[in-house]
């Protein structure tokens, strides 16, 4: 991947977390990149739903990925995503390491 990609998927997952999808997953002074996602298992009516992001987004230090399975209501209910996310959030809050993340 050139680092021009780089750059503009980058910022496309930094607006998820901005104004998007992810919004739940902002974090105070530290710009956070993401993509969230749902995607069908193959059963009836259940389905996968996941998040990823990497911060700060213009030099990553910490990276995650959540991923939970999800029935058909809730899906609907959360757009998806919803619990992932903010997962996201409450780890980035208690995690140590989110304490080595310089904020900007």
């Known amino acids: 991947?050139?680092?021009q990609s780089a750059?503009?998927?980058?910022?496309?997952?930094?607006?998820?977390v901005a104004e998007g999808t992810?919004?739940?997953?902002?974090?105070?002074?530290?710009e956070v990149a993401g993509k969230t996602g749902t995607a069908e298992t193959g059963l009836d009516h259940v389905y996968t739903a996941w998040f990823t992001a990497f911060a700060p987004a213009d030099h990553p230090?910490?990276?995650?990925?959540?991923?939970?399975?999800?029935?058909?209501g809730m899906v609907e209910q959360l757009g998806g995503v919803g619990t992932s996310v903010e997962r996201f959030a409450t780890?980035?809050?208690?995690?140590?390491?989110?304490?080595?993340?310089?904020?900007?």
Not at 61 to 72: A, K, T
Request: glycine fraction near 6%; charge should be negative; proline fraction near 2%.
């Open 1 to 3: 991947m050139s680092a």
């Open 7 to 16: 750059e503009q998927l980058t910022q496309m997952m930094a607006n998820v």
């Open 22 to 30: 992810g919004t739940a997953a902002a974090l105070e002074g530290i």
């Open 61 to 72: 230090e910490v990276v995650c990925h959540l991923h939970r399975g999800l029935v058909e």
């Open 91 to 104: 780890l980035a809050d208690r995690d140590p390491c989110r304490v080595d993340l310089a904020v900007r």
